[in-house]
DNA sequence: GATGGATCGTTGCGCGCGCAACATCCACTC
DNA sequence: GAGTGGATGTTGCGCGCGCAACGATCCATC
């Protein structure tokens, strides 16, 4: 296990602004998600279903196709489908299908959900208070948001395969 | 489904910096991460497979202990478990007993394992590069990752039960 | 030396996700 | 109208992870 001064190099390559920015990525991403998690009361939802109640509260109509539902989730259409399975058993969104296209279908919010996304809201505001807001000045966590959206947005517009 | 006044302004909360921060950050994540491992070649190791091997890699002697990779790794000691049974499958790691602590067990990179590493590294650099740094300023990429630094260490400084 | 609590790593278990394949349906061409 | 390529959502399948429980070991205290 003798460094050759050909492998020092390389491994000093390892040490990259692009490599620590990817691990501060995940980093972060694992830390916070657990963390939000472990805070979740027993009645609140867990954070994927909070995801989906927050984007159809917020969409006018509360209602969004599977699809596009996935896209903003960034996960797959599969996953999503099981995922609705588990929040539409427990009522808070129903699917209807879609007049003008037969294929599709909406993913919508119940009454019930409305109400579980509202209750929920408070708490979990507070916990991203608590564990991000409070970390930076309220000018970094708008730097922080828009670095990030440039990144997101390059990256969906980046070819998958190499080309 | 009628948008009462009082669900108008709670809904409106919803559109808040700290949702959309992590929002971001969570799709920012996925989309990069399922990109890099789309882009993976066969001869390629996993996306967490490189995580361990170059944080090995960085480190003097090569070597870590589980529970501190765990920590590095933002997962739990189980997951570790597991995920170094796959990568020590392959050859390109090793647990070695720990003489001072009968209970502790060293993961280290082996000869072949460095060789990975060394050999991975160009592509997952020039995949970064292309997915991660082209979209930023270089000042740019300094600036998230120690906004994300800052957010991890804030997190993990927090006492994870409410108190 | 003995004892109680804390730490290290592993295991059984269940869950949530992505991939590939599929049936269904749309849009466009001939 | 028949045919073709693409889009939509679901399913079978396998995999990777976290949680809780466990044995082994360390350490502090008596």
Known sequence: MAVTPESAVALAAL???RVEAFGMLVETHNELVTA???RLGST???IPWLGVLIRLARTPGHRLRMTELAREMT???SGLTRLIDRV???GHVERERCPEDRRGLWAALTPAGLDVV???APGHLADLDELLASALDPDDLVTLTDLLRRVRDHVRGVPSAAG
Do not use: N, Q
Request: glycine share 0%; proline share 11%; aromatic share 0%.
């Open 15 to 17: 040490d990259d602004p």
């Open 36 to 38: 939000l998690t472990k």
């Open 118 to 120: 509202l209750a929920a």
């Open 88 to 90: 539409e058993a427990a």
């Open 44 to 46: 609140d939802a867990p």
């Open 75 to 77: 996960m797959s259409t």
